[in-house]
Structure formats: structure tokens, C-alpha cells
């Protein structure tokens, strides 16, 4: 069993996509484990994409993800970052594969709707960035 951090950004709330993501990830049998909405600040974007500090697009990604309320969701299952991964599609919306949420909603690199953890280890980290254990059911 894996764990690993969703969120759906603040385009994708702000387009009414909450529902569309959250109808893919059940019917490919993600389990959701824990969910909230949550409007980051600045300073708590930056720290969540603290890897990114020396890339160009840190500033830029770092407002935009501050913008507006955002659904942050633990999901759970049998190689879940990968497969979340796979429904996701590549980061550049313009490499994703066809059906993919990304390839069928991002308008753009950063506006790419949806954000999942790459590996196991960033995924404890993100997840306890967001939810302490008592938010995260069973
Ligand atoms: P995400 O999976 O959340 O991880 C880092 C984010 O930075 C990425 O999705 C995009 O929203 C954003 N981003 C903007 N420009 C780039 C870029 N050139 N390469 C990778 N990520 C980028």
C-alpha cells in the first residue's frame, strides 16, 4: 500500500473541476483517505515547492498557487503515485497523453489543474505538509 498528495490547483477549482478530477480518481479505484479545501499563502506555496526555490518559473508558480482555494487530498492504494501519475499525464499538458486530466484541461505549463507527489519519499513530506494524523481516516 502507497500513499500520495493530490491537489487540485487553484485553476482547477476555479473552472469547477473538483468534481471531474474526483470522478477520475474513484473510478480508477484511487481511495481517498483525507480531503480539505485550503487557500495557501505565499510564504506556505513557497515552502511546499521549496525544491523548486533556483528553478525561473519558482515565483510565478509560487503566486498562482496562492490565488485561490485549492483541494488538497491524501490517496491510498496499490502503486498509487503511479498510477495517479498516469491520470495526471506529463507536466507540460502539451506531452500528455490523450484522456488524461492534464491533456484534456491545462491551458498552460503552470496552469496544469492537478499536482501529485513523484515518489514515495516527497510524498511524506507533502502529505504531512497538509494533514497531521488525526485528518487522514483510518
Ligand atoms: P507540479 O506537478 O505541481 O510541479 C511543479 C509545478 O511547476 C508544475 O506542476 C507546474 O505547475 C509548474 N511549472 C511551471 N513551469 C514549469 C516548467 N517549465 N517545468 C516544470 N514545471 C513547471
Not at 474526483?22 to 495557501?40: F, G, P, S, W, Y
Not at 509560487?62 to 503511479?82: D, K
Not at 491533456?103 to 494533514?131: C, L, M, R, W
Amino acid at each position: 500500500m502507497e500513499r500520495t498528495l493530490s491537489i487540485i490547483k487553484p485553476d482547477g477549482v476555479e473552472r469547477g473541476l473538483i468534481g471531474e478530477v474526483i470522478k477520475r480518481l474513484e473510478a480508477d479505484d484511487l481511495k481517498i483517505i483525507a480531503m480539505k479545501m485550503i487557500h495557501m499563502t505565499k510564504a506556505q506555496a513557497e515552502g511546499f515547492y521549496a525544491v523548486h526555490k533556483q528553478r525561473p518559473f519558482f515565483e510565478s508558480l509560487t503566486t498562482f498557487m496562492s490565488s485561490g482555494p485549492a483541494v488538497v487530498m491524501v490517496l491510498e492504494g496499490e502503486n498509487v503515485i503511479g498510477r495517479y501519475r498516469e491520470l495526471m499525464g506529463a507536466t507540460n499538458y502539451k506531452e500528455a497523453a490523450e484522456g488524461t486530466i492534464r491533456k484534456e484541461f491545462a491551458t498552460d505549463i503552470e496552469k496544469n489543474v492537478v499536482h501529485g507527489s513523484d515518489a514515495p519519499q516527497t510524498a511524506a513530506f507533502e502529505i504531512a505538509y497538509f494533514f497531521n494524523s488525526f485528518e487522514i481516516v483510518r
